[in-house]
């Protein structure tokens, strides 16, 4: 298991109101804990330079969480929702929260779980029909849950719900405490992959590819819906055969009984200014991921590959799919 002993933790102090922040308080007596106005704004931390990334990392944030507002999803959920954690305590070089938080992308838990939960649970049970809620598309909560049991607390509580699912992603592969818990089949675990050389050289402090695809039959074992998110594809020198191998080795030591269930998303790297800025301050000896000849400007201040490379991609990764992993269903390819 990864070692996630914070240095210091930011915290709003009425936080400490709440039952999950005297535990925290309570946890990690042994550090400084330091009070701040509002988690978002955190002057002593924003003004830090890029070169200070990867020790921000190891601070933990501790607040409420004040906005609850969902966002349509069309993809594996009916909604996206903000949920007990923001932020990431891995350092993945192409991270899409970067975007969103710029440096300060570092682990934010949220105390009021009680109150997210029951507006999820309010509103799966209103709907007419069964409700998907992603509950981590801001964070990891297999790795926040090493640290708050908020997965396990909000999964086991979640069965009790008469309607509706939930669903996560994930890149690390601690879900031995998840196996046992009730969860009558209506929470969603996705395991993002990549070739272990993308692992090892980019998504910096995430669990190895054996070890996820463990992970994923062992939750596939244990009656949990699974799925695999190939993402992101990073168009790095040599590629197809790294993906090709990637795709022998779900084939491989993916379990029947998974594949038999089994789904996958595809979905093409975006990248930025801002991550270019960071990770040549702050990884200098690590890959260059902009490619001028691949990529072109997306929105404000983005990037991501030309329609032509991607397109050439996709045909690629649905052709060794269907060729690998036979009957697999993709649900979709941005």
Not at 283 to 299: A, I, Q, V, W
Request: positive net charge; hydrophobic residues 40%; charged residues 25%.
């Amino acid at each position: 298991m990864l070692n996630l002993k914070p240095d210091k933790v930011f915290y709003e102090p009425a936080s400490l109101n709440y039952e999950l922040g005297k535990k925290l308080r309570e946890k990690f007596s042994d550090i400084p804990w330091i009070p701040v106005k509002s988690h978002n704004n955190i002057e002593e931390l924003r003004t830090q330079p890029n070169t200070e990334f990867a020790r921000m990392k190891k601070h933990l944030i501790v607040g409420v969480r004040k906005s609850l507002k969902y966002t349509p999803n069309h993809k594996v959920s009916d909604f996206l929702v903000p949920y007990t954690s923001s932020g990431c305590s891995a350092m993945c070089l192409y991270c899409y929260l970067v975007c969103n938080y710029n440096k300060c992308s570092y682990l934010r838990l949220f105390v009021n779980r009680e109150e997210m939960l029951y507006k999820i649970i309010k509103t799966a049970e209103e709907a007419n029909r069964d409700l998907t809620f992603e509950i981590g598309s801001n964070s990891d909560l297999v790795l926040e849950n090493t640290i708050t049991q908020n997965l396990e607390w909000t999964i086991q509580n979640f069965a009790k719900a008469r309607k509706g699912f939930i669903t996560f992603p994930t890149k690390f592969d601690m879900i031995q405490p998840l196996l046992s818990l009730g969860h009558q089949g209506k929470a969603i675990m996705r395991m993002s992959v990549n070739p272990e050389e993308i692992i090892r050289k980019i998504e910096l402090g995430t669990s190895p590819l054996k070890k996820r695809i463990k992970a994923i039959n062992d939750m596939c074992e244990a009656g949990y819906k699974v799925g695999i998110l190939i993402a992101p594809v990073v168009l790095v020198e040599n590629w197809e055969r790294l993906y090709t191998e990637l795709l022998e080795q779900l084939a491989a030591e993916l379990t029947e009984k998974t594949k038999s269930q089994l789904f996958i998303e595809v979905i093409f790297m975006t990248y930025s200014y801002v991550h270019r800025a960071i990770n040549t301050e702050a990884f200098p000896r690590s890959p260059d991921l902009f490619d001028k000849s691949l990529m072109t400007g997306r929105g404000r201040g983005k990037y991501w590959y030309r329609d032509e490379v991607r397109f050439k991609g996709e045909e690629f990764l649905r052709e060794q799919i269907a060729k690998k992993l036979g009957g697999v269903p993709i649900i979709y390819v941005v």
